[in-house]
């Protein structure tokens, strides 16, 4: 059974910054794509980032260039570096997991990020 588990989130004021980690337990294919989403408290969900086993990164708009996305392959981790952060950023934010060789979709708990002025 995969289990993806986040920390990180919290409480930030306003040009502030927070890290989200998430780590996969369980066996998975090395073949992947790690990322985050986010839902709004307007109930949106929305793209964050994606990263594949390969490295290639993709941004959702509202984040490029004060996000930052990486992961360690050798311990099934990925963390998101949040940046310069402001109020529409606060959301519950998603680790998801996308293994295309056996379709399946992981999604983790969810942690609370909220973005004080």
């Known amino acids: 059974q995969v289990q993806l588990v986040e920390s990180g989130g919290g409480l930030v004021q306003a040009g502030g910054s927070l890290r989200l980690s998430c780590a996969v337990k369980g066996n998975i294919f090395s073949v992947n794509i790690m990322g985050w989403y986010r839902r709004t408290p307007e109930k949106y969900r929305e793209l964050v980032a994606t990263?594949?086993?390969?490295?290639?990164?993709n941004y959702g708009d509202a984040v490029q260039g004060r996000f930052t996305i990486s992961r360690d392959n050798a311990k099934n981790t990925v963390t998101l570096q949040m940046n310069n952060l402001a109020p529409e950023d606060t959301a519950v934010y998603y680790c998801?997991?996308?293994?295309?060789?056996?379709?399946?979709?992981?999604w983790g708990q969810g942690t609370q990020v909220t973005v004080s002025l």
């Open positions: 998801n997991l996308r293994s295309p060789i056996n379709d399946r979709d992981y």
């Open positions: 990263i594949t086993s390969g490295g290639r990164t």
